[in-house]
C-alpha cells in the first residue's frame, strides 16, 4: 500500500509540474506591467552595467522599494537565455520544483513523510497556476517554510547558530518582500530580545546582526541617497503622504482583516472555495485542541498561529490595500499544518476531502494554464506586436508606445528585444523619424487620458496615419510617413519613455 501510495503520489506531482510549465512549454509567459518592468531592470543591469541596490518599486509606501535579489537570481537565466523571457520562466519552474522540495522536507522533519507528501501536492496544485508569472514574492514563498522551520527549531534548542542561519533567511525574504518580511521581523523580534535578556544568551544579539548581510543592500541605498526610504515611510505614517491609503472606519477596517484571516489566508490552498477553505480552517483548529497542552511558541501550532494572526493584526496599522501578494508567502505553511490534521481524521473521511481539494485545484490550474486563451497580455503578444513593426520598418524608424497606464513597460522590452534580433535596422524609442509607429494598447478604461490627447498633446502629430495594423480589438499599430515640419515639432520632453519610480 505504501507503495501505490507512493506511485500515487509522483504522479499527481508530475501532472502538477506538466501543467505548471504547460504555458512555458509553448513558448509563453504573463507579461504584464510588473513581470515587464522586471526584464527591463535586467536589460539595465546587464547590457548598461548599471548594478543596482534596489529592486521593483512598493506598491504599498510610495518612495519605497523591494530589494534587488530577485533580479540577481533571475538574472543567469536571463544571460544564458539572451534576454529571451522563455529562458528565464523555465528557471521559474525549475524555482517552483525546488520550492515543492522545500515544503515536502520542512514538512517531513516538522511532521512525518505522509504530512510531507499531501503538503507537498495541495501546495503545488494551489500555488503551480502562478508559476508562468513569478515576480518578486516567487521568492519569499520559496524561503518563508525554511525560515518557519529555523526558527521553531531556535526556540526548541535555543541554539545561537541556528538563529544566524534563520535571521538571513529572514533578510533574504524582506529583499524579495518587505509587506511580509518587516512583519515578520517585527513579530519575532520581542521574543528573541525577551527570552536572550532572560536567558542571558546576549551572543544572540549578535547573531540577530546576521540579519545586515541580505538588507545590507537597503543600508547602502540609504546611505547613497539620504535616507529617501526612511524619510518615504515616515512621510506616510505622519500623513505627509497619503498616496495609496484607504480611509475607513476601524470596525470596517477590523472586520476586512478578520474575513482575511479567515478566508484568504486559509483559502490560498483551497481557490477561495469556501467550504473547503472550512474543512481546512476546521482541521488546523482540531489539531491544535488536541496538540497544545500549554502556552508555548515550541509548539508549532501555536508559532503557526502567532504568526499568522499576528500578521494580519500588525496590518490594522496599515492603511493601504492589502494586495495577495503581500501574504501569499504563508501558502507553503498552511499546506504543511493543514497535511499534519491528517492523523486526527478517519483515513477514508480524510481520503475523500483531500481528494476534493486536489481535485479542485487541479481543475483551476489547468484552466489557468492548459485551458486559457494565451493572447493579449502574454509575452508572444507584445514579441508579435515587435516583430510586426520591425517587418515593415525600413532600416531606421522611430516609434513611440502608448498604455492606459502610462509605462509600456510591456512593449518597450519587446521592442528592446527585437530589436537586439535585428541587426540591420535601428529603432529610436521616443524619437520621431521620417517613418515613425505609435504603438497602441488603448482599451478605454482610463477616465485622465486617451491615446487621442496623447497623439496630440505629447507626441505632437497632427498627421493622418499611412496605416494601421490592428492587433487585437484595443492594440493597433499606426504607422506615419513624417516631412521635416512634422519633424521640427518636438515631442513633449517630459512624456514616460523609461522605467519610473527608480
Avoid at 538574472?75 to 522545500?102: D, E, Q, R, T
Avoid at 483551497?270 to 496538540?291: G, M, N, P
Wanted: charged share 15%; net charge neutral; proline share 4%.
Amino acid at each position: 500500500m505504501q507503495k501505490l501510495y507512493r506511485v500515487l503520489f509522483f504522479v499527481l506531482l508530475t501532472i502538477i509540474i506538466l501543467f505548471s510549465a504547460w504555458p512555458i512549454l509553448h513558448g509563453n509567459i504573463d507579461f504584464h506591467t510588473d513581470i515587464a518592468r522586471d526584464f527591463l531592470l535586467l536589460d539595465d543591469v546587464y547590457y548598461n552595467h548599471n548594478i543596482t541596490l534596489i529592486g521593483p518599486r512598493s506598491g504599498g509606501v510610495p518612495g519605497v522599494f523591494h530589494g534587488p535579489l530577485w533580479l540577481y537570481i533571475n538574472l543567469p537565466a536571463y544571460i544564458i537565455g539572451g534576454g529571451n523571457p522563455i529562458a528565464v520562466g523555465w528557471f521559474w519552474v525549475l524555482l517552483f520544483g525546488i520550492s515543492v522540495a522545500v515544503v515536502y522536507e520542512t514538512a517531513r522533519r516538522m511532521f512525518d513523510k505522509t504530512t510531507g507528501m499531501i503538503a507537498s501536492l495541495v501546495y503545488a496544485s494551489a500555488y503551480g497556476g502562478s508559476v508562468y508569472a513569478f515576480f518578486n514574492p516567487s521568492g519569499a514563498v520559496l524561503l518563508f517554510p525554511i525560515f518557519f522551520y529555523l526558527f521553531w527549531l531556535f526556540i526548541k534548542k535555543d541554539n545561537p547558530l541556528i538563529l544566524a542561519a534563520s535571521m538571513f533567511i529572514l533578510g533574504c525574504i524582506i529583499q524579495f518582500q518587505m509587506a511580509f518580511g518587516v512583519p515578520m521581523l517585527v513579530l519575532v523580534t520581542p521574543y528573541i530580545v525577551i527570552r536572550s535578556i532572560m536567558k542571558r544568551k546576549w551572543i544572540n544579539f549578535l547573531m540577530m546582526l546576521v540579519l545586515i548581510v541580505p538588507t545590507s543592500s537597503y543600508i547602502l541605498f540609504e546611505l547613497r541617497h539620504d535616507f529617501l526610504q526612511i524619510r518615504s515611510v515616515i512621510n506616510y505614517l505622519n500623513g505627509a503622504e497619503n498616496a495609496g491609503k484607504v480611509f475607513m472606519p476601524f470596525r470596517e477596517l477590523l472586520y476586512q482583516r478578520m474575513n482575511f484571516f479567515m478566508n484568504d489566508s486559509l483559502g490560498m490552498i483551497t481557490y477561495d472555495i469556501l467550504w473547503l477553505t472550512f474543512f481546512v480552517f476546521s482541521s488546523i483548529i482540531f489539531a491544535i485542541v488536541k496538540e497544545v497542552k500549554k502556552i508555548n511558541l515550541s509548539d508549532k501550532y501555536l508559532l503557526f498561529v502567532y504568526l499568522l494572526g499576528g500578521f494580519w493584526a500588525l496590518t490594522l496599522a496599515y492603511k493601504g490595500v492589502i494586495w495577495g501578494y503581500y501574504y501569499i508567502p504563508f501558502i507553503g505553511v498552511v499546506a504543511i499544518f493543514f497535511a499534519s490534521t491528517y492523523k486526527y481524521f478517519n483515513k477514508k473521511v480524510f481520503a475523500v476531502l483531500l481528494a476534493a481539494l486536489l481535485i479542485n485545484n487541479m481543475q483551476v490550474l489547468y484552466w489557468k494554464t492548459a485551458d486559457q486563451d494565451f493572447t493579449q497580455g502574454h509575452w508572444l503578444f507584445f514579441k508579435n506586436a515587435a516583430e510586426r513593426v520591425f517587418r515593415d520598418a525600413p532600416s531606421e524608424f522611430g516609434y513611440y508606445i502608448y498604455t492606459t497606464d502610462q509605462y509600456g513597460y510591456s512593449s518597450r522590452y519587446a521592442m528592446n528585444y527585437v530589436d537586439r534580433l535585428t541587426p540591420d535596422k535601428t529603432s529610436y524609442p521616443y524619437e520621431k523619424k521620417p517613418v515613425t509607429y505609435l504603438m497602441i494598447d488603448d482599451p478605454g478604461d482610463n477616465e485622465f487620458t486617451n491615446n487621442m490627447t496623447w497623439k496630440t498633446y505629447d507626441v505632437r502629430i497632427a498627421t493622418e496615419p499611412a496605416s494601421i495594423d490592428t492587433v487585437s480589438k484595443t492594440y493597433k499599430i499606426e504607422k506615419y510617413l513624417l516631412d521635416d515640419e512634422q519633424l521640427a515639432i518636438e515631442s513633449n520632453p517630459f512624456m514616460l519613455n523609461s522605467i519610473i519610480f527608480r
